[in-house]
């Protein structure tokens, strides 16, 4: 499996950006499709955004959609998700994970297609 280390989270005022990074080990990233949850407290963790292995699709969230991009470089082993226009309901913590599900086209959504996990990352958006 491989180890994810999401950075970046933080507090923010509503309409502001953050850009989350999610660096993993080892030597072969570019073989995992990498995704972004988020679990907000009382609430079951949902599906944010994924990337396929070679960056080509992206699948979002209805609820985030137009406002979160997420980008990839498998040259530094790290995914990344620019968020934008945020408002208070963004407010959780956010996590990596990664999946050797599907094919290098497939951009993964279940969280039962993600293998490894990282530890997460608060974003608080104030309003």
């Known amino acids: 499996q491989v180890q994810l280390v999401e950075s970046g989270g933080g507090l923010v005022q509503a309409g502001g950006s953050l850009r989350l990074s999610c660096a993993a080990s080892?030597?072969?990233?570019?073989?995992?499709?990498m995704g972004w949850f988020r679990q907000a407290p009382g609430k079951e963790r949902e599906f944010a955004g994924a990337?396929?292995?070679?960056?080509?699709?992206?699948v979002y969230a209805d609820s985030v959609k137009g406002r979160f991009t997420i980008s990839r470089d498998n040259a530094k082993n790290t995914v990344y998700l620019q968020m934008s226009s945020l408002k208070p309901e963004d407010t959780a913590v956010y996590y990596c994970?990664?999946?050797?599900?599907?094919?290098?086209?497939?951009?993964?959504?279940?969280?039962?297609?993600?293998?490894?996990w990282g530890q997460g990352t608060q974003v608080t958006v104030s309003s």
């Open positions: 994970a990664a999946s050797r599900y599907g094919t290098s086209w497939y951009a993964p959504r279940s969280p039962a297609d993600f293998d490894s």
């Open positions: 080892g030597r072969t990233f570019s073989s995992y499709g």
């Open positions: 990337i396929s292995r070679n960056g080509a699709n992206t």
